[in-house]
Nanobody, 122 residues
Framework: QVQLVESGGGLVQAGGSLRLSCAAS????????MAWFRQAPGKGREFVAL????????RYADSVKGRFTISRDMAKNTVYLQMNSLKPEDTAVYYC???????????????WGQGTQVTVSS
């Protein structure tokens, strides 16, 4: 099993920044890749960014490319999502996810965190 605990959400004005954290524990081989998703009110959950735990390679959704940065601290078993130039349309519950398969983490992760609310006011 893998446990994921997100933190760092909150209320911010448009143009501001937030950094989300996701602390991971449990079976390390089950989290070869980690990702962030988000779900806005009335919408489905959408992929935001992913990171290969060992190599550090990353991939982003077009909607956040150039504004968001995913990173990891291997010593702390923590993944971060630095969000800059936030827009009201970034308002959503943000979820951390993990998978043993880098090819599947953006489609069907094995594990999910409980989510953290991000609200961007205009």
């Amino acid at each position: 099993q893998v446990q994921l605990v997100e933190s760092g959400g909150g209320l911010v004005q448009a143009g501001g920044s937030l950094r989300l954290s996701c602390a991971a524990s449990g079976r390390t081989f089950s989290r070869n890749a980690m990702a962030w998703f988000r779900q806005a009110p009335g919408k489905g959950r959408e992929f935001v960014a992913l990171i290969n735990w060992s190599s550090g390679s990353t991939r982003y959704a077009d909607s956040v490319k150039g504004r968001f940065t995913i990173s990891r601290d291997m010593a702390k078993n923590t993944v971060y999502l630095q969000m800059n130039s936030l827009k009201p349309e970034d308002t959503a519950v943000y979820y951390c996810a993990a998978s043993s398969n880098i090819l599947l983490v953006a489609i069907k992760p094995d594990y999910w965190g409980q989510g953290t609310q991000v609200t961007v006011s205009s």
